[in-house]
């Protein structure tokens, strides 16, 4: 049965042939109609010697008609088909000349083009054509009648037609007719070929970059020599390297590194007459390869070739910064892909001594690379590194100081997210930094480290955003556990200065309101000084007076309003955070005040401590939330330098400062009553609420505790209804408080009389002066 089906076929093949060689002159659809004819029939057809009289009518047609040349595309593609089949069958030695069998392959080459259309319909032809050269090896065929040209074609056409999309059996016909003319024969063309795929601009899915990846790595063994060859002559002898890739050498290490890095083995060690030559950007190149080399994860690099791992940490100290400055960025690169290397004990030492680089672009990279290093593994790098780093905020270069400001914030924020994650602790070390950011303040020299920037610094780049309040509070807890006076002086010094602006933005909006039921000149002159005093605030007062006068002529009252809101002290910081993000987005950034009022709306806003920091500390200090003495005693002085400077966010507390002052044996009893005595007038209590506590603290307590008790009932009655001292016997007590203490009748009594005289019965002035 498949005999008379071959013979069928044959005959078919035969008949086609002898018909085209017969006609002188064919149109383009009797080609088609006969070519097709015989194309069905080759599939018919096994390999065999025997059939060569059949097909010889058709080759020989095909060739005298010279086909191979024909103007239209889809008779050229027919053609290659028949070509194919016609060398399938008579493998291995097909019937056609040295010349003959040249202009075929570049017919078959030419069907390759259009592997890349695969909504062809004509696609699946091609990809038969491309899977019978694959099988059939006929490919060498090219080699042996000398069409290296061809071959080099070859090999840039399925670079440039490869695809994603291209299934896995069309991808590797390509890849098995590349490997094998490698096998047969390697050269520097065709090393630059996949060379410059390898190189090519690529994202992962490169599809061209992986078919580069796999030649070399199912060819590696055959192009091994080569391919040292030709890189060892790049770095040692580059001139005598005829490619345009010869100045590419370290990229084309670096791919070969990551698919076939036995392949270097030769190589690599050749890269240490780099590091050693007297060209900076060589140098420059072989550092930048070496650190990526070296960062390879899982690599051994280091430890395989120690000697040049030595010369490249020397590179740290090279006479030329350039250098000094890459080598940082190759060093950093790998302490973060090998955090817990033993190598990087000695990269963290080297790195340490370039923190006092005698170049500030190096000392500011240095710290760069620490901050960096930190940031990936925190565990793993030594608190003094961390610590060296932070003196560079000290550094004579302003740049310096800027930049390790800018890295160090980076580091704080990346370490609180990952102590709210629990993926850390409270690290003293790392606590140091917003300690030593502080003591900016101090600094004169430059405008960006004064209290009027810090204050934005403290608000909007020392913690994260999102950080919750209450992971905020324990890490300022454990800062005043750690401040010494004069970072103390350096935060109140910024505080009192947001509430500075603040009262007087109230006083503003006040007269700007009177402003509009009763204009008057007094009126005007008291806002231009209003507006004066507020710009003292900016880091530069001229400007922001000139910024303050045209927000005055703005009619959009919503802006004003949007200020008042943010005023409120009663708003938690997530909640002032929205209204100044919709308050700007209103604004638009292309408004000329944009930049002022983004400034000013943070001025405005309790973006550094709110309410519920306040809140927080007081419910912590009543449930004593299991807090050693130490961290007790700095949340008490945390309480009270914000109410010293924001009185009315004690608001809403007042239970559980009841609570607190009836604790007599506290020992932070004295800063309680401070604190009330501070911001009495705005607390919504009832003063016979608290009356009992402080009498109680009048009579039994230490002479200072009288004292402040005295000055918390004066505040106290500001804001309340009820009169203390209409309670004779009341009265009576706090005599006998005189009487207990009199060394201090003139401390008290001041107190006492700055309070009776404020109130409205002075008859019973008599009671006090007997």
């Not at 680089?357 to 608190?383: F, G, M, Y």
Request: a neutral charge; glycine letters at 2%.
């Amino acid at each position: 049965m498949a005999t008379g089906a071959e013979a069928v076929a044959a005959k078919a093949i035969s008949d086609v042939g002898d018909h085209i060689a017969r006609q002188k002159r064919l149109t383009k659809d009797s080609l088609v109609k006969l070519l097709r004819k015989a194309e069905d029939a080759f599939s018919a057809l096994g390999q065999s010697s025997k059939l060569k009289a059949s097909i010889q009518p058709l080759s020989d047609s095909l060739v005298q008609h010279k086909l191979f040349q024909h103007g239209d595309k889809d008779v050229r593609l027919l053609v290659a088909s028949c070509f194919c089949q016609v060398i399938r069958i008579l493998a291995p030695d097909p019937p056609y000349s040295h010349e003959i069998l040249r202009d075929i392959f570049k017919l078959i080459i030419s069907t390759f083009r259009d592997l890349v259309d695969t909504t062809s319909p004509y696609f699946i032809r091609r990809v038969k054509i491309l899977e019978t050269v694959a099988k059939l090896k006929c490919c060498v065929l090219m080699l042996d009648i000398g069409c290296t040209d061809l071959v080099l074609e070859m090999f840039n056409v399925f670079f440039s037609v490869i695809r994603e999309n291209h299934q896995h059996s069309q991808i590797q016909a390509m890849l098995s007719i590349m490997i094998l003319i490698l096998e047969e024969e390697v050269s520097l063309p065709l090393l630059d070929v996949i060379f410059r795929n390898l190189l090519r601009e690529k994202v992962a899915t490169s599809a061209s970059f992986k078919l580069a990846v796999s030649v070399i790595e199912n060819a590696s063994e055959k192009l091994e020599p080569f391919v040292q060859g030709y890189l060892t002559s790049a770095i040692l002898d580059r001139d005598s390297i005829q490619s345009e890739l010869k100045e590419l050498h370290h990229d084309v290490i670096y791919e070969i590194f990551q698919c076939a890095p036995q392949m270097l083995n030769a190589v690599i060690p050749n890269l240490t007459h780099e590091l050693l030559t007297d060209q900076v950007d060589v140098r420059i190149k072989a550092v930048n390869l070496l650190g990526k080399l070296f960062a390879v994860p899982g690599c051994r690099m280091a430890h395989e070739y120690r000697q040049l791992f030595v010369e490249f940490l020397k590179r740290l100290s090279d006479k030329s910064p350039e250098v000094r400055i890459c080598a940082l960025q190759s060093v950093k690169a790998y302490c973060i892909s090998n955090p817990s290397g033993t190598k990087s004990i000695e990269i963290l030492a080297a790195l340490e001594e370039r923190l006092l680089d005698l170049d500030d672009k190096v000392r500011a990279q240095a710290v760069s690379a620490v901050c960096e290093i930190a940031k990936s593994k925190l565990k793993c790098i030594p608190s003094k590194l961390i610590l060296r780093a932070t003196e560079r905020l000290r550094d004579k270069k302003v740049s310096v100081r800027t930049n390790t400001l800018q890295k160090l914030l980076e580091l704080y924020r990346s370490y609180c997210t990952q102590c709210s994650e629990g993926l850390m602790t409270i690290d003293d070390c790392l606590e140091q930094i917003p300690c030593r950011i502080l003591m900016l303040c101090y600094d004169k020299d430059c405008k960006d480290f004064r209290p009027q920037r810090m204050e934005l610094l403290l608000a909007e780049d020392l913690f994260p955003i999102l950080l919750p309040v209450e992971e905020t509070l324990r890490h300022w807890t454990f800062l005043f556990s750690v401040f010494t006076p004069a970072h103390l002086k350096a935060l109140n010094s910024i505080l009192t200065q947001k509430r500075r602006l603040q009262m007087e933005m109230l006083v503003y909006l006040g007269l700007r309101q009177k402003e509009k039921e009763i204009g008057s000149e007094e009126l005007q002159i008291e806002m231009q000084s209003s507006l004066m005093k507020m710009s003292r605030s900016f880091v530069d007062p001229s400007k922001a007076e000139e910024c303050f006068h045209k927000l005055h002529k703005m009619k959009d009252n919503s802006i004003f309003k949007d200020l008042t809101r943010l005023l409120d002290g009663e708003i938690d910081f997530f909640t002032s955070h929205n209204i100044r993000k919709v308050f700007l987005k209103r604004i638009g950034d292309k408004h000329p005040l944009y930049e002022f009022l983004g400034i000013l709306s943070a001025k405005c806003s309790y973006n550094i401590f709110c309410s519920k920091h306040v809140h927080s500390i007081v419910l912590g200090l009543t449930k004593r939330d299991n807090l050693n003495k130490n961290l007790e005693a700095a949340s008490v002085d945390l309480l009270q330098d914000i109410v010293s400077s924001f009185p009315s966010l004690l608001r809403g507390c007042e239970q559980q400062l009841l609570m607190l002052l009836s604790e007599m044996d506290s020992p932070y009893i004295d800063k309680l009553l401070q604190m009330l005595g501070k911001a009495g007038s705005h607390l919504t209590i009832e003063l016979s609420d608290f009356y009992p506590s402080l009498e109680r603290l009048c009579l039994d307590g230490t002479r200072l505790q009288s004292k402040y008790a005295v000055s918390v009932i004066a505040s106290l009655s500001d804001s309340s209804d009820h009169w203390a001292f209409e309670l004779v016997p009341e009265t009576r007590q706090f005599s006998s408080g005189f009487r207990k203490y009199p060394n201090c009748i003139t401390g008290l009594g001041l107190h006492i009389a700055v309070f009776y005289f404020s109130v409205r019965i002075p008859k019973e002035i008599d009671y006090f002066c007997c």
